[in-house]
Structure formats: structure tokens, C-alpha cells
């Protein structure tokens, strides 16, 4: 099983991003997923989570970015917008997926994306 994270970049303030996150191999099912993130020097922070429906966000993100899924794909994606530079920072998503064919649940993380946002 595998979490394979996309769509970073660099991108002024007040800009813009969508980061997707799409999992693969020997998968049973997909309970929670999430986005996280780490800043040069700080500790990695959790910036949204879906269940089944609507997701919730972290107070510093909110109103600015949404966090969606797609079951049928597999996939987590966030949408960021209003970037500010404190946005900077490697994005890494996670999922807890229940694994073929021992139906183990565990816990997966993607490789992280680079979002700088910067003038």
C-alpha cells in the first residue's frame, strides 16, 4: 500500500493550491484520512481530517482551505486558498486503510509536497 501526495509549488500570497493524495495496492477500505504539515523548525501539524463526509480543518486554516475526498479514486485532496506565507511548509497526507487480505488496518503516509509561498 502506498499514499502518493502531488501538487506542491511555489505560489505568491493570496494564491492558490490543490494538493491530491491518491492510495494504491491491496486495499479493503479507507477510514480516516488527513493532511498534514511541517514547517523549517517545527513540529509536524495536523491541518484537516475526513471521515466519510465533511472534513474539518485546523482554526488556522479555516476559511481558507477544504479538504475533500473521493472514494471511488482513492484519493484526499486539499484545497488552499488565501495563501500566506506561514502556508510554507512539506504537506503530507495520511490515511488509515484497512489492508487485503488480512484486513489489518494501518496507519500510511504519503511522501510530502513542498508548498512555498512566497513574493
Known amino acids: 500500500v502506498q499514499l502518493q501526495a502531488s501538487g506542491g509549488g511555489l505560489v505568491q500570497p493570496g494564491g492558490s493550491l490543490r494538493l491530491s493524495c491518491a492510495a494504491s495496492?491491496?486495499?479493503?477500505?479507507?477510514?480516516?484520512m488527513a493532511w498534514y504539515r511541517q514547517a523549517p523548525g517545527n513540529q509536524r501539524e495536523l491541518v484537516a481530517t475526513?471521515?466519510?463526509?465533511?472534513?474539518n480543518v485546523a482554526d488556522s486554516v479555516k476559511g481558507r482551505f477544504t479538504v475533500s475526498r473521493d472514494n471511488a479514486k482513492k484519493s484526499v485532496y486539499l484545497q488552499m486558498d488565501s495563501l500566506k506565507p506561514e502556508d510554507t511548509a512539506v504537506y503530507y497526507c495520511?490515511?488509515?486503510?484497512?489492508?487485503?487480505?488480512?484486513?489489518?488496518?494501518?496507519?500510511?503516509w504519503g511522501q510530502g509536497t513542498l508548498v512555498t509561498v512566497s513574493s
Open positions: 495496492g491491496s486495499i479493503f477500505s479507507i477510514n480516516a
Open positions: 495520511n490515511a488509515l486503510i484497512q489492508e487485503l487480505p488480512t484486513g489489518i488496518s494501518r496507519n500510511y
Open positions: 475526513i471521515f466519510s463526509g465533511t472534513g
